[in-house]
């Protein structure tokens, strides 16, 4: 085939990207057929449970839910089901124009983008669930179906006084993530505020400490000496911050924007319009659930979202190569 002919192809192909779900995304029975039915994703599997010592694929499979929700567990355990996922899928597909992950799902996109390799990956993620699940106590709550982002910000600056409360995960354009102090986050004068600000629900979510805050200074300074002396490869995919909403520029910028993701907020809105502003029109979420795509669909129009949880997930994905290009 001539240089022409593979351009004529390359444009038939959809940009699109791949996204790795957080923590609020797991399971009993994430990851278990694709374990069944790939080498790839049992090789990861069985890997993950030789290095840590024990069967994160039987939490994975069989719960119980208790036990997964354990943040320790959890980010480990949807670490690994979008790695293994991805490496059953990654040589049927074009390469990806972006990958990006929300909160722990960061540290999934930069192992599916090349910049760290599996078992450091897994190792980084276990650092992060023990100093955050160390970290001190606090409560998360979501904001649902708001008229105006900035009577939400209000609202926050308005109730803080000497309390820590603002956004935590701008997640898309009627749902946004609240943390801080829990005494403050469970009083019921604090939903109603939110209330009376448009907000049409305030849902406190099952999680015991206050993500992506000031509460988390002493987890991500930690966690930035921890990350110090980790090497980062080149990215073989770009993949788009949390933290700036852009893509990183430099895999030394890695360990820095990880650490300071853990006190601030989640750009996932604004991740999702740059994607789309650079032509990405095909978002694939790997992992457990479909929380993502469902955030994709809330956000952009004229675009396709489709989450692969299973084998039999594939066949909605479409980002295959062109028909006349089949083996």
Same mark, same amino acid.
């Given at each position: ?6 351009? /004529? ?28 039915? %790939? ?12 290095? @840590? ?14 036990? @997964? ?34 909160? @722990?799902?960061?540290? %999934? ?47 926050? &600056? ?41 907000? &049409? &629900? ?12 000031? @509460?988390? &200074? ?42 300071? /993701? ?61 028909? %006349?290009?089949?083996?």
């Amino acid at each position: 085939m001539n240089a022409e002919g593979r351009t /004529q192809k390359a444009e038939h192909v959809p940009r699109y990207v791949v996204l790795c779900p957080g923590q609020g995304s797991q399971k009993p029975g994430m990851g278990k057929e694709f374990y069944e039915q %790939s080498a790839q994703a049992r090789a990861i599997y069985d890997q993950a449970n030789s290095i @840590l010592g024990f069967s994160l694929s039987d939490l994975c499979f069989n719960g119980p839910e208790e036990k @997964l929700m354990q943040t320790e567990l959890t980010q480990l355990a949807l670490y690994v089901t979008s790695v293994a996922i991805w490496e059953s899928c990654k040589d049927q597909w074009p390469v990806p124009a972006f990958v990006a992950g929300h909160s @722990l799902g960061e540290i %999934s996109a930069l192992t599916v983008s090349g910049a760290l390799a599996f078992a450091e990956g897994l190792r980084i993620v276990q650092k992060r669930g023990q100093l955050m699940a160390q970290a001190p106590a606090g409560a998360m709550a979501a904001i649902l179906k708001y008229d105006d982002i900035q009577k939400v910000e209000g609202v926050c &600056r308005d109730l803080a006084g000497q309390h820590v409360l603002q956004i935590a995960n701008y997640n898309s354009p009627v749902q946004v993530v609240v943390t801080g102090h829990a005494e403050l986050l469970r009083a019921e004068s604090t939903a109603a505020a939110f209330k009376v600000a448009g907000a &049409r &629900r305030f849902v406190l979510l099952p999680v015991g400490g206050a993500f992506h805050s000031p @509460l988390m &200074r002493s987890a991500a300074e930690a966690f930035e000496s921890f990350l110090k002396p980790i090497p980062f490869a080149p990215f073989k995919i770009p993949v788009v911050s949390n933290v700036t909403a852009q893509p990183y520029a430099d895999p030394q910028q890695v360990g820095t924007q990880l650490a300071k /993701q853990l006190i601030s907020a989640v750009r996932w809105t604004d991740s999702l319009h740059y994607m789309q502003s650079q032509g990405v029109n095909v978002f694939v979420e790997l992992g457990s659930g479909a929380v993502l795509t469902g955030l994709v669909k809330q956000t952009l129009e004229s675009v396709q979202a489709s989450a692969v949880q299973t084998p039999s997930d594939l066949a909605a994905v479409q980002i295959g190569l062109p028909q %006349s290009s089949a083996v």
